[in-house]
């Protein structure tokens, strides 16, 4: 099914995203390159509604996957287009999840609580080191990387993947 058509049947979840999808700041991302030919709008969008299912169907707090599905990935600046002159381990890689969480805190203060925060900081688990402290969490940390799958196709692209080098050749 298509994004949109799915934002146009599922009412509840609209309400819950509603104030975010609508947001310039969020819709910039549709400018923002992922992986692929995605945009990190879609992705984020892809990876909200299949968390936000996944945690429906098992009664955890599914109206926090939603927003952090949606949000984890709200770093600042299109990581792909430019070069990026940060030490190895301050690459984007490791240092987007913390930029997403100061970004949402910015942006939509009032939508944060402490799963919703734990999503976005803790998603590129195993790579920031910490691991996730909610179910919910563990529900994103897996639908993104299920999500992204496509680039797993060539395993050369895993570097990029996680956000370490744009490019292998
Ligand atoms: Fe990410
Ligand atoms: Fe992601």
Redesign the pocket.
């Known amino acids: 099914m298509k994004i949109e058509k799915y934002l146009k049947k599922d009412a509840e979840y609209y309400n819950i995203v509603e104030k975010i999808i609508n947001h310039p700041e969020f819709i910039r991302r549709k400018e923002f390159r992922h992986h692929g030919n995605r945009t990190v709008y879609d992705?984020c969008l892809a990876?909200s509604i299949l968390s936000y299912r996944i945690a429906k169907r098992f009664k955890f707090d599914y109206r926090s996957a939603a927003i952090g599905g949606l949000l984890?990935?709200f770093y600042y600046h299109p990581w792909q287009e430019k070069k990026d002159p940060r030490p190895f381990f301050k690459k984007h890689g490791f240092a987007h999840a913390g930029e997403a969480l100061e970004n949402s805190k910015i942006h939509f203060p009032e939508l944060m609580n402490k799963r919703v925060e734990d999503i976005i900081k803790k998603?590129m688990f195993p790579l920031n080191i910490r691991p996730p402290r909610y179910k919910e969490t563990w529900v994103i940390t897996c639908v993104?990387k299920y999500v992204?799958m496509e680039i797993f196709k060539d395993i050369k692209n895993l570097p990029r993947y996680i956000g370490i080098f744009k490019n292998i050749d």
């Open positions: 992705h990876v984890h990935d998603h993104d992204s």
